[in-house]
C-alpha cells in the first residue's frame, strides 16, 4: 500500500504513515521511499519525499552498490539530493550507477546552460560542496 500511497501524492502517504506503514519497506530490494525521487521533479514528490524522512527514512539506506543521492542524481533531481545530504545521507563517495556524481554535476550544468533550461539553485551549490572536497585541509 506504501508504495501506491506515494505514486498518489503527499496525503495518501500521510495517512498510510499514520496508520503505521514503515517508511523502510521494500519492493524487490529498492526501498520504496525512493519513488518520492523517481520520477521528474514536482512539489507534491518534494514534500512526499520530506514527510517520508521526517517520519523515519533511513537515507543511507541501499539498493545493490546505489545509495538514495546517486540514485536521485541520476534523474537530476538535484532539491532531493541536497535535502538528503541535509538530511545526513552518506555523499561523498557516492556515484550515481557508477559514475561520479561531481561529473553528473558539471554534466547537468552544461546542458542547463546550452539549452537555456533554468538551473536550479540547488545545482550550483552541490558543485561548490563537491569542490569544496577536493580543496587541502
Same mark, same amino acid.
Given at each position: 500500500?506504501?508504495?501506491?500511497?506515494?505514486?498518489?501524492?503527499?496525503?495518501?502517504?500521510?495517512?498510510?504513515?499514520?496508520?503505521?506503514?514503515?517508511?523502510?519497506?521494500?519492493?524487490?530490494?529498492?526501498?520504496?521511499?525512493?519513488?518520492?525521487?523517481?520520477?521528474?521533479?514536482? /512539489?507534491?514528490?518534494?514534500?512526499?519525499?520530506?514527510?517520508?524522512?521526517?517520519?523515519?527514512?533511513?537515507?543511507?539506506?541501499?539498493?545493490?552498490?546505489?545509495? #538514495?543521492?546517486?540514485?536521485?542524481?541520476?534523474?537530476?533531481?538535484?532539491?532531493?539530493?541536497?535535502?538528503?545530504?541535509?538530511?545526513?545521507?552518506?555523499?561523498?563517495?557516492?556515484?550515481?550507477?557508477?559514475?561520479?556524481? #561531481?561529473?553528473?554535476?558539471?554534466?547537468?550544468?552544461?546542458?542547463?546552460?546550452?539549452?537555456? /533550461?533554468?538551473?536550479?539553485? /540547488?545545482?550550483?551549490?552541490?558543485? /561548490?560542496?563537491?569542490?569544496?572536497?577536493?580543496? #587541502?585541509?
Amino acid at each position: 500500500p506504501l508504495l501506491w500511497g506515494i505514486h498518489t501524492g503527499t496525503a495518501m502517504t500521510e495517512l498510510l504513515l499514520d496508520a503505521h506503514a514503515d517508511p523502510n519497506s521494500r519492493d524487490s530490494g529498492k526501498p520504496l521511499w525512493w519513488e518520492a525521487f523517481e520520477g521528474s521533479y514536482s /512539489e507534491d514528490n518534494f514534500r512526499t519525499l520530506k514527510l517520508l524522512l521526517d517520519r523515519g527514512a533511513d537515507v543511507n539506506l541501499r539498493y545493490g552498490e546505489n545509495g #538514495p543521492v546517486g540514485w536521485a542524481a541520476n534523474r537530476k533531481n538535484w532539491q532531493s539530493v541536497m535535502l538528503m545530504i541535509e538530511r545526513g545521507a552518506a555523499w561523498k563517495d557516492e556515484r550515481a550507477f557508477g559514475t561520479p556524481i #561531481p561529473h553528473e554535476l558539471a554534466y547537468d550544468l552544461q546542458a542547463r546552460k546550452g539549452s537555456g /533550461e533554468k538551473i536550479p539553485d /540547488e545545482l550550483p551549490k552541490l558543485i /561548490e560542496m563537491y569542490e569544496n572536497l577536493q580543496q #587541502p585541509q
